[in-house]
């Protein structure tokens, strides 16, 4: 057990010797080895995958003293993959070796003794597919816009496998999470967040289990994102108004911060007389938000399902009444959006 | 092996000037070609893999100088490089290039290319520097672009098909409407991609997609290319998807109802269930519970029937094809079902419905009986001068072949039973072997028929017969007797070898001797295959004699 353990952990440094300038030295018996490694590993995989207890001390291991995104049980099903296209993208490696890797991942296995991965000519072909079927048509929105959209929605389907695979470890999403590149990582956790809801209305009639896998991940995540002040105020400060109040609609824990966000961001609007404009404070800080934006922003409240409405409506009224109640613009930044969402007052 | 590393120059060059051309314009036409092209180009790149295969890259270089222009073009071409297996002998082409000892600056430079050839093929190291990141992302996450694309092809082809339903749903929803331009644009887009799993719910809703026009709003490449693959067996579409192919697309009907032929006729088929089997998998027989597939179909068979003079083999194939096709049509449920009869507006309607009932709908008493009335329907029309024309004779007839099981009843009769209705029965085999209208032809049949019936009635209640006996029987004093008389005598043979006692006891020698040293072995087998798919339908035990038949099988396929 104590030398599978140790194994485990030499995938770490595999993967990064992969992705490193230390392959110039690798002759085409080494790399043989390395690929070799991958196949172990993939094999490993296969065998520990139906053992929770073996799976989990195996991914403990994998952590261990880890820097940067953390490993799962899962990098030991893909290792194959990743090892090869580390390599097959690093430059350093030297071309007897490099041919071997190509012989070995590419070339059908009849002439080879140990078979490499087929998945990569169907990768290849799914990206040409892609390519085929995705411009849309210009009466559709911007093609960057659509293709955007699709990518985002597989980033998210992903993400939830890592943390599904993650949770079956009992590894909470914060470590994964953290090392996810920002801001793209908002987004894609925002793809995600609609994508379970959405699941899950259309999933009233299922069972209980794949009811409970659904919220789940949803549940973690946003309290991963609630968690800390500084990160909900980026998440919401970077997506549009609209999503977010979708987003609020199906997860009500969401829209109170939200609302707690923007309210604390207009009130450091202050009034400009000599353009008539509210504008931000004189020392703008990342967090600063126009006054178009915070008026757009409690439109899509306006524009959203009744109890957003009624709760946007009801903050800003209390606000208004904090600030003194002023039925003149200029006085108030709540009493102005008010009149701009043109509600009754 | 030479002829391997022959892969003409002029090829490569035509190859070379097309590539350059696709990826000049993008024009529909030019896309509309490389879908045309993709089938010869996939061929051209495998004689190219095999010549390398062979080769160092050195050599591979001087070979084909232009090769790495001509792979380099070809993958930058998605058409290309999501067809089929083209991906994969690219790559492979392109391993063989790679130099593991690389002698010189322009060998480096090659490897490096292709390399990031590869690289991007795969979408490997340059993927981290994408624009939006997605690379580092996923490399984050601990997936591979393979993961990715997986689910994005996925994802992709869902929401086209959400999109292709969802405009036939709201009708009025302008918002969601699709144009036609678009849906002709994505169909031909899909077509180096048919054979990729991925990309079957897309198939499917194209297929079954009806735009407002009354055009055709696929392209036809799409189209023709769905159904050769779909007759190749390389991808698995769902009946309705298929049916509704084949009504948008005349030609793609036709070629299947030509490849289903083709592959009947060339098939060993050792009995009629595995004729039907292939029949039923093919899909036509359901396809043509659709009066106008089924006129097409038929139309098809008649002309192949004609073109062949009427072989005993083309009969069984029709004959089998209409039993599967009745099969299908009582099996499908939909409200608004044609009536059989239906199926044959052109024909007496009478007789049509005779001819639909099947031995097995009524008792075996009432066989001579349904067969006589069958007989005087078609004398009526025969000799009716008003409406006698050749094609009504020829429809008459062709009507009857769809139902030759009555045929073979009315031979078993005509041994069986002791009523006088042999005339009937003898009239309607004549009808059946030559349906030709000479009056005097058929007269003269008739009586040929006739002596050599009597005959053999007179040897049926022999216990004790000799192969002499019967070939004394079934000779004729002059030796010039017309093909179809040959094929009626040898049925009333055949059959009386298997319904006679003293014909049992023979039939084993009568084969081997006779019939294996004539040259209608074929012929012979033919009639005891439908023998023995007939008692499989009708259930009959009989041991005695079932066990006959396939005996006699036995032996003639192992001659064979």
Same mark, same amino acid.
């Given at each position: 057990?104590?030398?599978?353990?140790?194994?485990?952990?030499?995938?770490?440094?595999?993967?990064?010797?992969?992705?490193?300038?230390?392959?110039?030295?690798?002759?085409?018996?080494?790399?043989?080895?390395?690929?070799?490694?991958?196949?172990?590993?993939?094999?490993?995989?296969?065998?520990?995958?139906?053992?929770?207890?073996?799976?989990?001390?195996?991914?403990?291991?994998?952590?261990?003293?880890?820097?940067?995104?953390?490993?799962?049980?899962?990098?030991?099903?893909?290792?194959?993959?990743?090892?090869?296209?580390?390599?097959?993208?690093?430059?350093?490696?030297?071309?007897?070796?490099?041919?071997?890797?190509?012989?070995?991942?590419?070339?059908?296995?009849?002439?080879?003794?140990?078979?490499?991965?087929?998945?990569?000519?169907?990768?290849?072909?799914?990206?040409?597919?892609?390519?085929?079927?995705?411009?849309?048509?210009?009466?559709?929105?911007?093609?960057?816009?659509?293709?955007?959209?699709?990518?985002?929605?597989?980033?998210?389907?992903?993400?939830?496998?890592?943390?599904?695979?993650?949770?079956?470890?009992?590894?909470?999403?914060?470590?994964?999470?953290?090392?996810?590149?920002?801001?793209?990582?908002?987004?894609?956790?925002?793809?995600?967040?609609?994508?379970?809801?959405?699941?899950?209305?259309?999933?009233?009639?299922?069972?209980?289990?794949?009811?409970?896998?659904?919220?789940?991940?949803?549940?973690?995540?946003?309290?991963?994102?609630?968690?800390?002040?500084?990160?909900?105020?980026?998440?919401?400060?970077?997506?549009?108004?609209?999503?977010?109040?979708?987003?609020?609609?199906?997860?009500?824990?969401?829209?109170?911060?939200?609302?707690?966000?923007?309210?604390?961001?207009?009130?450091?609007?202050?009034?400009?007389?000599?353009?008539?404009?509210?504008?931000?404070?004189?020392?703008?800080?990342?967090?600063?938000?126009?006054?178009?934006?915070?008026?757009?922003?409690?439109?899509?409240?306006?524009?959203?399902?009744?109890?957003?409405?009624?709760?946007?409506?009801?903050?800003?009224?209390?606000?208004?009444?904090?600030?003194?109640?002023?039925?003149?613009?200029?006085?108030?930044?709540?009493?102005?959006?008010?009149?701009?969402?043109?509600?009754?007052? | 092996?030479?002829?391997?590393?022959?892969?003409?120059?002029?090829?490569?060059?035509?190859?070379?000037?097309?590539?350059?051309?696709?990826?000049?314009?993008?024009?529909?036409?030019?896309?509309?070609?490389?879908?045309?092209?993709?089938?010869?180009?996939?061929?051209?790149?495998?004689?190219?893999?095999?010549?390398?295969?062979?080769?160092?890259?050195?050599?591979?270089?001087?070979?084909?100088?232009?090769?790495?222009?001509?792979?380099?073009?070809?993958?930058?071409?998605?058409?290309?490089?999501?067809?089929?297996?083209?991906?994969?002998?690219?790559?492979?082409?392109?391993?063989?290039?790679?130099?593991?000892?690389?002698?010189?600056?322009?060998?480096?430079?090659?490897? #490096?290319? @292709? &390399? /990031? +050839?590869?690289?991007?093929? !795969?979408? *490997?190291? $340059?993927?981290?520097?994408?624009?939006?990141?997605?690379?580092?992302?996923?490399?984050?996450?601990?997936?591979?672009?393979?993961?990715?694309?997986?689910?994005?092809?996925?994802?992709?082809?869902?929401?086209?098909?959400?999109?292709?339903?969802?405009?036939?749903?709201?009708?009025?929803?302008?918002?969601?409407?699709?144009?036609?331009?678009?849906?002709?644009?994505?169909?031909?887009?899909?077509?180096?991609?048919?054979?990729?799993?991925?990309?079957?719910?897309?198939?499917?809703?194209?297929?079954?997609?009806?735009?407002?026009?009354?055009?055709?709003?696929?392209?036809?490449?799409?189209?023709?290319?769905?159904?050769?693959?779909?007759?190749?067996?390389?991808?698995?579409?769902?009946? #309705?998807? @298929? &049916? /509704? +192919?084949?009504?948008?697309? !005349?030609? *793609?009907? $036709?070629?299947?109802?030509?490849?289903?032929?083709?592959?009947?006729?060339?098939?060993?088929?050792?009995?009629?269930?595995?004729?039907?089997?292939?029949?039923?998998?093919?899909?036509?027989?359901?396809?043509?519970?659709?009066?106008?597939?089924?006129?097409?179909?038929?139309?098809?068979?008649?002309?192949?029937?004609?073109?062949?003079?009427?072989?005993?083999?083309?009969?069984?194939?029709?004959?089998?094809?209409?039993?599967?096709?009745?099969?299908?049509?009582?099996?499908?449920?939909?409200?608004?079902?044609?009536?059989?009869?239906?199926?044959?507006?052109?024909?007496?309607?009478?007789?049509?419905?005779?001819?639909?009932?099947?031995?097995?709908?009524?008792?075996?008493?009432?066989? #001579?009986?349904? &067969?006589?009335?069958?007989?005087?329907? !078609?004398?009526?029309?025969?000799?009716?001068?008003?409406?006698?024309?050749?094609?009504?004779?020829?429809?008459?007839?062709?009507?009857?072949?769809?139902?030759?099981?009555?045929?073979?009843?009315?031979?078993?009769?005509?041994?069986?039973?002791?009523?006088?209705?042999?005339?009937?029965?003898?009239?309607?085999?004549?009808?059946?072997?030559?349906?030709?209208?000479?009056?005097?032809?058929?007269?003269?049949?008739?009586?040929?028929?006739?002596?050599?019936?009597?005959?053999?009635?007179?040897?049926?209640?022999?216990?004790?017969?000799?192969?002499?006996?019967?070939?004394?029987?079934?000779?004729?004093?002059?030796?010039?007797?017309?093909?179809?008389?040959?094929?009626?005598?040898?049925?009333?043979?055949?059959?009386?070898?298997?319904?006679?006692?003293?014909?049992?006891?023979?039939?084993?020698?009568?084969?081997?001797?006779?019939?294996?040293?004539?040259?209608?072995?074929?012929?012979?087998?033919?009639?005891?295959?439908?023998?023995?798919?007939?008692?499989?339908?009708?259930?009959?035990?009989?041991?005695?004699?079932?066990?006959?038949?396939?005996?006699?099988?036995?032996?003639?396929?192992?001659?064979?």
């Amino acid at each position: 057990m104590e030398t599978l353990l140790w194994q485990v952990e030499q995938l770490a440094g595999l993967l990064a010797v992969s992705r490193s300038g230390q392959v110039r030295d690798w002759d085409p018996p080494t790399l043989d080895r390395a690929l070799q490694w991958g196949r172990y590993f993939q094999h490993l995989h296969g065998r520990f995958r139906a053992h929770p207890r073996l799976r989990a001390a195996l991914g403990q291991r994998l952590r261990r003293g880890q820097q940067g995104p953390p490993l799962g049980f899962g990098h030991l099903g893909r290792c194959p993959e990743l090892l090869g296209l580390a390599l097959l993208g690093n430059r350093a490696l030297p071309p007897a070796a490099c041919h071997r890797l190509l012989r070995s991942l590419l070339l059908p296995p009849s002439d080879q003794a140990t078979p490499g991965p087929c998945s990569l000519s169907l990768l290849a072909r799914r990206r040409a597919a892609a390519q085929l079927l995705l411009p849309p048509s210009p009466a559709q929105a911007r093609p960057e816009e659509l293709e955007q959209e699709q990518s985002l929605r597989t980033e998210a389907q992903l993400l939830l496998s890592r943390l599904q695979e993650d949770e079956e470890e009992e590894q909470g999403p914060a470590g994964v999470l953290e090392d996810l590149p920002r801001p793209r990582v908002y987004w894609v956790l925002a793809a995600l967040l609609l994508e379970q809801a959405g699941d899950n209305a259309g999933r009233e009639g299922a069972s209980w289990a794949e009811h409970r896998e659904g919220p789940r991940p949803a549940a973690a995540v946003l309290s991963w994102l609630l968690g800390d002040p500084g990160r909900l105020s980026v998440f919401c400060r970077l997506l549009p108004g609209s999503l977010l109040v979708a987003l609020s609609a199906r997860y009500p824990q969401l829209g109170t911060p939200y609302l707690h966000l923007l309210t604390s961001w207009g009130s450091r609007l202050r009034y400009d007389p000599l353009s008539g404009q509210w504008a931000s404070s004189r020392c703008p800080s990342e967090d600063e938000l126009s006054w178009e934006e915070l008026r757009e922003r409690f439109s899509c409240f306006m524009r959203g399902p009744a109890p957003l409405r009624e709760a946007a409506l009801a903050s800003l009224k209390n606000l208004k009444i904090q600030d003194g109640d002023f039925e003149v613009c200029g006085l108030s930044v709540w009493t102005d959006l008010l009149l701009e969402m043109d509600a009754p007052l | 092996m030479a002829q391997h590393t022959a892969v003409p120059k002029l090829s490569f060059q035509y190859w070379l000037d097309k590539a350059v051309e696709w990826g000049q314009t993008t024009t529909l036409e030019s896309q509309q070609d490389v879908c045309l092209q993709l089938p010869k180009l996939q061929e051209f790149l495998q004689q190219i893999y095999e010549s390398l295969k062979h080769m160092n890259s050195t050599t591979a270089l001087q070979r084909f100088p232009l090769i790495g222009q001509l792979l380099g073009r070809l993958c930058w071409n998605p058409f290309v490089v999501g067809y089929d297996e083209s991906q994969k002998t690219l790559m492979w082409c392109l391993c063989y290039l790679y130099s593991n000892e690389p002698q010189n600056p322009v060998e480096l430079k090659a490897n #490096s290319w @292709i &390399l /990031s +050839l590869l690289c991007h093929l !795969l979408s *490997s190291s $340059e993927w981290g520097a994408n624009k939006v990141g997605t690379g580092t992302f996923i490399s984050a996450l601990g997936y591979t672009s393979a993961d990715y694309y997986s689910k994005l092809v996925k994802n992709i082809v869902l929401s086209l098909v959400t999109e292709l339903k969802g405009n036939q749903f709201n009708g009025l929803n302008v918002q969601g409407r699709v144009s036609d331009d678009r849906v002709n644009v994505v169909s031909l887009f899909c077509v180096p991609l048919i054979t990729l799993p991925d990309v079957t719910p897309l198939l499917e809703a194209l297929l079954t997609y009806h735009g407002g026009g009354s055009q055709e709003v696929l392209s036809s490449e799409f189209l023709e290319a769905v159904n050769e693959t779909f007759l190749k067996k390389k991808i698995a579409l769902s009946e #309705s998807a @298929i &049916l /509704s +192919l084949w009504l948008r697309h !005349l030609p *793609s009907l $036709e070629k299947a109802t030509l490849h289903l032929f083709a592959r009947l006729i060339s098939t060993q088929t050792s009995s009629l269930e595995e004729v039907a089997c292939i029949i039923k998998e093919s899909l036509l027989p359901q396809a043509a519970c659709h009066p106008p597939i089924f006129r097409i179909v038929d139309e098809i068979f008649k002309n192949a029937l004609m073109e062949t003079g009427g072989t005993p083999e083309v009969m069984t194939i029709i004959q089998v094809f209409t039993q599967c096709f009745i099969q299908a049509h009582q099996k499908d449920n939909k409200q608004h079902k044609f009536p059989l009869k239906a199926y044959f507006p052109h024909q007496q309607q009478h007789l049509v419905i005779a001819l639909l009932k099947h031995p097995f709908d009524l008792p075996a008493t009432l066989w #001579s009986q349904h &067969l006589k009335y069958i007989t005087d329907m !078609l004398k009526a029309i025969i000799e009716d001068k008003s409406i006698r024309s050749y094609t009504d004779l020829f429809e008459s007839w062709f009507l009857f072949v769809h139902f030759g099981e009555w045929a073979d009843i009315a031979v078993e009769q005509l041994l069986k039973s002791e009523d006088e209705s042999s005339d009937t029965l003898l009239w309607l085999l004549a009808f059946y072997y030559n349906p030709h209208s000479d009056k005097e032809q058929r007269t003269q049949i008739l009586v040929e028929a006739r002596a050599v019936y009597d005959r053999l009635m007179m040897l049926f209640s022999c216990t004790t017969l000799s192969i002499t006996d019967l070939q004394a029987a079934a000779s004729t004093k002059t030796d010039k007797r017309q093909p179809c008389t040959k094929h009626l005598v040898r049925h009333l043979l055949i059959s009386f070898l298997l319904f006679s006692s003293g014909g049992h006891k023979i039939a084993q020698e009568f084969i081997s001797h006779v019939i294996l040293a004539s040259n209608t072995t074929n012929e012979v087998f033919g009639l005891l295959i439908r023998t023995a798919y007939r008692f499989n339908q009708l259930g009959i035990k009989n041991e005695r004699i079932v066990k006959l038949v396939n005996e006699l099988l036995q032996e003639l396929r192992f001659m064979d």
